[in-house]
């Protein structure tokens, strides 16, 4: 059975602020060991009345029932000035609970008055506030209370009409328009505070709906009564109540379909509270909020009645929101620590019954008596009166919402390998949420023992929820694809051709050496590796090693990087003549013997020709006659051509020179050497 509260019901901010002073002030005078007194019932309900009593505040109904030097309290009502001078005189210590909302009608009487012009005020006679706006009033205050007794007014030509702040909208209305027809020049002011007429619009709208109603106040305020009264005139099923033991036990079976709870500006929270849980009690109701309704304004200190009151809905809302505890399982309350022992922890959460949370339910370790936290009904009786709270379960939803905002937007979380099982890997994520990665979606490529995973950290992408058993499907391969894919794109942004970038060796092919630079691989050929030749990448390079590399072609479409390390390095052609000087003698290996002469050489990439006429002293027939393929010799540079890329070399001089050098040698029957003419010499092996 649903059960709606009203939103705004309980007191107005006036009769809450007039409480708070009250009560300060109370207390206060204890303090200066005086007695404190409120001239006339603070607020119409004898609830409230007790409460302010059992603080100290002694209700009187004129100024000479307290004794002099003691305080006394002007309640929201306000009062006409002479009674203020009444006290003044008196030594009387004044405490004002005067309505911003009555003061500002108070001056508003009072300048006009001064200004000479009639006042009309419109509300109830004997009203306290009537009677003490009729006091503020310097000239003529003329006092109705309906349409009827226009007639009775003297004949005005100008006058202002004012009203009670709790006199109907409706009947207001009437009376104006009256008013207008009688009186030429009539200025109007509508003092009409929202608050009452707030509560009574909401209350009836609430009434409508509803197979019965309770509006809780005190029978003696007037605008309880009225609230009751419009209340019954729509559901006949309407009960008054001042406390909650007066609603009749079978109230709810009676009216089981719908009930609206309603109260005055004078009802105090405590009264409302307890109406609503019991409520609460009796059926287990889910409680509805009415709909909100239109923003209402209430008064502020020293503010115009016509003006505007920010924090009128929110006090009201705040007030019931905050007295009215009504709990169900799965809400969550701020409650105060109150016990502690070594199982469990017990929390006042404003309910009938404290709340206990078991020790494996709390959260905060180190929490202290008097401490404020956040809880969970988990469940409003546990069977023996108490409620079973839990701070854990808070914790738990908070994760999961977090994880579930980050399943929206696609978000990484983080996560821990627990546990190997059939068919994937069970890990922990962001708070303490288990996830399970299927085997498929751990790695790019195929995982054949998954438990190398557990204990690991890694960043997990949310691929499928089931909300209801709280499970995730993660994937970690999806991660890494897309990771990689950022870091591809990004690093191909960087490259451009003819750029030289810094890059890892990472494997060697036959043809090759792939280096990685940041995200993308790119190929050195193996011609491109070094300017001689090269028979595998691992003579030049070695895997792991830091390299520059020149980017020679880009396919972006075929994602294709053509890379050159020789490009790098110096040329081994460059400043030949400077490092093989004309006449110097080297020792050089053989490398390849041809019919016309042996190469020799001089350094990777640069062969010299030994002529075959310049391979030994004497005349050979064959050039393998004297030399091998491997063999050290002792050669002279005769001639460096740079452009050609030829070096012409010579054993024979070397050796001639180095003879030179010796105790000259007779070569018995040995004929003087004739120069071989020399041979046009092969080119020298191509410089790349
Ligand atoms: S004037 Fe309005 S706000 Fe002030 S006490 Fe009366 S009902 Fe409350």
Wanted: aromatic share 4%.
């Amino acid at each position: 059975m649903p059960c709606t509260v009203a939103r705004y019901a309980g007191y107005c901010a006036g009769v809450r602020k007039a409480m708070e002073t009250a009560v300060a002030a109370a207390r206060e005078a204890g303090k200066k060991g005086i007695q404190c007194f409120s001239l006339g019932e603070l607020i119409h309900n004898p609830e409230a009345v007790k409460a302010l009593r059992n603080e100290g505040v002694i209700p009187i109904h004129q100024v000479e029932d307290a004794p002099k030097g003691s305080m006394v309290l002007l309640r929201s009502h306000g009062v006409a000035p002479q009674v203020e001078e009444q006290c003044r005189a008196r030594g009387l210590i004044i405490r004002d609970c005067t309505c911003a909302f009555v003061r500002a009608l108070h001056k508003i009487v009072h300048d006009c008055g001064e200004k000479g012009m009639p006042v009309i005020l419109v509300g109830e006679r004997d009203h306290p506030e009537v009677r003490g706006t009729a006091g503020w009033c310097q000239g003529p205050c003329h006092i109705i209370n309906a349409a009827e007794e226009i007639e009775s007014l003297p004949p005005m030509e100008e006058a202002l009409a004012v009203s009670q702040t709790t006199f109907s909208p409706s009947q207001w209305e009437v009376i104006v328009a009256r008013l207008r027809e009688r009186i030429p020049r009539l200025q109007v002011q509508c003092t009409i505070c929202p608050a009452t007429h707030q509560r009574q619009a909401e209350a009836i709208a609430l009434a409508k709906k509803s197979d019965a109603m309770i509006v809780v106040g005190g029978r003696s305020s007037a605008n309880t009564r009225k609230l009751f009264e419009a209340c019954r005139s729509i559901c006949p099923n309407t009960i008054l109540v001042e406390r909650a033991e007066e609603i009749p036990p079978h109230f709810i079976n009676i009216h089981a379909s719908h009930i609206g709870i309603a109260a005055g500006a004078s009802t105090p929270d405590w009264s409302f509270k307890e109406v609503v849980t019991r409520m609460n009690d009796m059926e287990h109701i889910d409680q509805e909020i009415n709909q909100e309704p239109a923003a209402v304004e209430e008064p502020k200190e020293e503010a115009q009645p016509q003006q505007e009151a920010a924090d009128g809905q929110a006090l009201t809302m705040e007030d019931i929101e905050a007295t009215v505890v009504r709990i169900r399982p799965g809400q969550t309350v701020t409650g105060k620590v109150v016990l502690i022992n070594d199982d469990e922890v017990g929390v006042d959460i404003g309910y009938k019954s404290d709340g206990l949370i078991k020790r494996a339910d709390m959260v905060e370790k180190d929490v202290k008596l008097g401490d404020e936290i956040e809880v969970e009904v988990v469940k409003v009786n546990d069977g023996e009166g108490n409620v079973l709270l839990s701070q854990r379960n808070i914790v738990n939803r908070k994760a999961w919402e977090a994880l579930m905002a980050k399943f929206e937007n696609q978000e990484y979380i983080d996560a821990v390998g627990k546990e190997a099982v059939k068919g994937g890997l069970l890990a922990t994520v962001e708070g303490g949420v288990r996830a399970f990665v299927p085997a498929s979606q751990l790695a790019q490529r195929y995982v054949e023992k998954i438990d190398q995973f557990v204990g690991q950290k890694m960043k997990l992408k949310i691929i499928d929820v089931d909300q209801q058993k709280k499970r995730i499907v993660a994937s970690r391969r999806q991660v890494i694809e897309e990771e990689s894919a950022a870091k591809k794109a990004a690093a191909w942004e960087k490259l451009e051709e003819g750029a030289v970038v810094t890059g890892i060796v990472r494997r060697f092919a036959e043809f090759g050496a792939f280096v990685d630079l940041g995200g993308v691989d790119g190929l050195i050929h193996i011609t491109d590796l070094a300017w001689s030749r090269v028979g595998h990448p691992s003579d030049v390079l070695k895997i792991n090693q830091e390299v520059q590399v020149k980017i020679l072609s880009l396919d972006r479409e075929r994602e294709r990087i053509q890379l050159g390390y020789k490009q790098l390095q110096p040329k081994p052609w460059d400043n030949i003549e400077e490092k093989y000087p004309v006449g110097s003698i080297l020792e050089r290996k053989v490398v390849r013997i041809r019919p016309f002469g042996a190469f020799i050489e001089l350094e990777p990439g640069v062969d010299g020709l030994v002529h075959i006429s310049q391979c030994a002293l004497t005349r050979i027939a064959k050039v393998e006659d004297v030399l091998t393929v491997g063999q050290p010799v002792r050669v002279k540079v005769l001639a460096v051509d740079p452009e050609a890329k030829r070096i012409s070399l010579s054993i024979r001089e070397a050796l001639a020179d180095e003879a030179m050098t010796e105790e000259p040698m007779e070569i018995p029957g040995e004929a003087p050497v004739e120069e071989a003419p020399a041979e046009e010499a092969p080119e020298a092996p191509a410089e790349e």
